[in-house]
């Protein structure tokens, strides 16, 4: 029987694993555009757990296990027994004896870990406070698709220390890129000695210097709305715009996760303008979520 692997943090997946996932993803990916079958998932069912909004990664995992032939059911924390109180384990117990694959959106990281210990399926992070593992991997997928590779490129981040941070942090390490990264006073990631390839600048400028992508995020993420006020003032000067994008490379690209806001941690002429390729990244969500759920239930030989 295939081995149980969960993705609940980017550092889940291996380089060689990362790079079959990518291969995976063009294939489905050019199946779909040209009306190809590709129902590697017929009869298999995937239960999502939502905690906390979502367009994309709702879209994107209950389209993409349809396309692959199999179905999805949609919980959320205020109609089912999560929301009353029934423990986590519990819950894991008995969701995983009827489905193949659950994707979990929540709060704390730990709820997920919690959840995978107890679960006999493969768990997904759909994201948490501390980690949004399936966007970087379609961000990444973009830059390939873009560029051909990954190794060797400067990606500068640009606001929060977020869950998006975390998780590019995380994948700097695994497929060789720097990453540079220019957050406000209070706001930048931890502990950053153990990471080799990530550089933290105080000056948003410099950290954009000849970058090959830029990106950013919301200043406030889900979780976090009553800091609002604050964080509007505390990340007045790294806002991503034309002045910060005309500090990177000519051809770099601009990436967003998206839900935006224009005028706030992006001005529109960036994210509406000719260096962005936030539709590709938000339609790859698609493509990389199907090869994500098919390799965690298939698995696959890596060369
Ligand atoms: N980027 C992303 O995860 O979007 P949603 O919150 O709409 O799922
Ligand atoms: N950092 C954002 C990402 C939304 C997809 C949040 O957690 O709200």
């Known amino acids: 029987m295939k081995e149980l692997k969960h993705f609940l943090k980017f550092s889940d997946l291996n380089q060689d694993e990362l790079k079959y996932l990518f291969n995976l993803t063009r294939d489905i990916k050019q199946k779909y555009k040209a009306f190809e079958p590709c129902t590697t998932l017929q009869d298999r069912t995937l239960v999502m757990i939502f905690e906390k909004n979502s367009t994309r990664t709702r879209l994107s995992f209950e389209l993409g296990m349809s396309q692959l032939g199999g179905s999805s059911v949609y ?42 210990q107890h679960s006999t399926v493969p768990v997904i992070n759909g994201l948490t406070d501390q980690h949004h593992p399936c966007q970087v991997i379609a961000d990444i997928f973009t830059f390939i698709e873009k560029n051909g590779s990954i190794k060797g490129s400067t990606v500068a981040w640009v606001g929060d220390s977020n869950n998006m941070c975390n998780s590019w942090i995380e994948a700097s390490e695994i497929l060789d890129f720097h990453l540079h990264i220019s957050s406000p006073p209070g706001y930048k990631p931890k502990d950053l000695s153990h990471f080799k390839h990530v550089k933290f600048f105080t000056d948003p400028e410099a ?64 994210i509406d303008g000719p260096q962005s390729v936030v539709w590709d990244e938000a339609e790859n969500r698609l493509h990389v979520q199907k090869a994500l759920m098919e390799f965690l239930l298939l698995g696959v030989v890596v060369s």
């Open 207 to 270: 950290a954009v210097h000849h970058a090959d992508l830029v990106t950013t995020d919301v200043w406030a993420s889900m979780g976090f709305e009553e800091e609002t006020k604050l964080r509007r003032h505390a990340f007045q000067g790294w806002q991503v715009n034309s002045s910060l994008m005309a500090q990177a490379s000519k051809d770099a690209l601009f990436m967003h996760c998206l839900p935006a806001h224009r005028g706030e941690e992006v001005s529109a002429d960036v």
């Open 75 to 116: 919980l959320n924390t205020k109609d089912s027994q999560l929301g009353r109180g029934e423990p986590v384990a519990d819950s894991a117990r008995v969701i995983s004896r009827m489905c193949d694959l659950v994707m979990i959106r929540t709060f704390e990281q730990e709820m997920i870990q919690t959840f995978a």
